[in-house]
């Protein structure tokens, strides 16, 4: 059977989530067996420092990560958040394994579901980093971010409160709200939750009556859909 190694904490609650998630939907396909998952915790604070002052010590961190996984014999890594994708190239390239990335099974669902212009939720360093609308540009889709005063608002409650385990009714209500705005005044068609707590706020297809991009969802599909692949295959599988 082939393992996938998880560089989680990124935070606590999604790296939960991703495990539950990956158990259950191994479990749909055959409940007499179960993955092999190895998953190496990480600090989110101190990754949430580095990636706003320190990008090559990030790179560093989320790297040693990557090696020691790859030391405990897992065929390919996932990072379980989306931040850290801002240095996944860095990553990759360093990588003695694949790695595979949730910005490009985010585009590859846009394009099948045939969405053009997907607003964008996340933490701030994801909202204002180049790589979804590099990646997703490729696939002819427009990112829109929410307004500075707003990306500050859902990076101080993501920050204050998803990271924490904390999902309130008011921070649904308010970012559902930001996802309407999006949709009446930038002409969004779907809406991407581009950070792995942000299902765990907002579990539902649509949000606003737009289509909702559920990054975790995705991610999953993809690591279980690999682990089940003979090994040569998941050996070419090194994304972006």
């Given at each position: ?10 935070g ?13 939907m191994?479990?749909?396909e ?10 190496d915790s990480l600090?989110v ?28 014999g ?17 990553i ?31 933490t701030?360093?994801t909202?204002e ?8 540009a490729?696939?002819?889709i ?35 709200s ?15 939750l581009?950070?792995t ?21 995705l ?20 994304i972006?």
């Amino acid at each position: 059977m082939l393992r996938v190694g998880i560089v989680g904490g990124l935070g606590p609650e999604s790296t939960i989530d991703y495990y539950r998630r990956i158990l259950n939907m191994w479990e749909q396909e055959d409940s007499s067996t179960a993955p092999s998952i190895v998953i190496d915790s990480l600090d989110v604070q101190k990754a949430l420092r580095l990636v706003a002052s320190d990008r090559p010590a990030l790179i560093e961190y989320l790297a040693a990560s990557v090696r020691r996984l790859a030391g405990a014999g897992v065929d390919f890594v996932a990072m379980t958040a989306n931040t850290p994708h801002i240095v996944f190239d860095e990553i990759a390239a360093r990588s003695p394994v694949p790695l595979v990335s949730i910005v490009e099974e985010c585009a590859e669902e846009a394009r099948r579901r045939g969405l053009r212009r997907l607003g964008l939720l996340g933490t701030r360093f994801t909202m204002e980093a180049p790589f979804y609308p590099d990646v997703l540009a490729r696939y002819g889709i427009a990112v829109v971010t929410p307004s500075e005063s707003d990306r500050a608002f859902i990076h101080e409650r993501y920050v204050g409160e998803l990271l924490k385990g904390e999902f309130r009714d008011d921070t649904r209500d308010a970012f559902t709200s930001l996802v309407a705005h999006l949709r009446d005044h930038h002409g969004i068609d779907g809406v991407i939750l581009g950070g792995t707590e942000l299902p765990l706020l907002l579990p539902t297809p649509s949000i606003a009556n737009v289509p909702a991009l559920d990054t975790t969802a995705l991610h999953v599909a993809a690591i279980v859909g690999r682990l089940r692949q003979p090994e040569r295959q998941v050996e070419t599988v090194r994304i972006r």
